[in-house]
Nanobody, 125 residues
């Protein structure tokens, strides 16, 4: 069993930055592929970014490429999402997710086994 807890959300002006964190606990969690998804009001959940268990491979949605950076610290069992140049359309609840162990990166939410409770990010114009 893996438990995920997100933090770092908040209100920021357009053009600003936020750093989300996801603290993971559970057996062998450092071997899990991790990802961030988001869901805006009235919209479907969408993939944001994913990272392999080693951190050697990453994948981004086109909408965030060049602005967001996903990273992980396996010594701390923590996943991060550095969000720069934020836009109002980035407003959503952000969720971290885990699949594994040692499973391939995927953009498909249904293939992730564990989810956090989410953290709200609001970008004002």
């Amino acid at each position: 069993q893996v438990h995920l807890v997100e933090s770092g959300g908040g209100l920021v002006q357009a053009g600003g930055s936020l750093r989300l964190a996801c603290a993971a606990s559970g057996r062998a969690v450092s071997t899990y592929t991790m990802a961030w998804f988001r869901q805006a009001p009235g919209k479907e959940r969408e993939f944001v970014a994913a990272i392999s268990w080693s951190g050697g491979s990453t994948l981004y949605a086109d909408s965030v490429k060049g602005r967001f950076i996903i990273s992980r610290d396996n010594a701390k069992n923590t996943l991060y999402l550095q969000m720069n140049s934020l836009k109002p359309e980035d407003t959503a609840v952000y969720y971290c997710a885990a699949r594994g162990p040692s499973r391939a990166i995927t953009t498909v939410g249904e293939r992730y086994d564990y989810w956090g409770q989410g953290t709200q990010v609001t970008v004002s114009s």
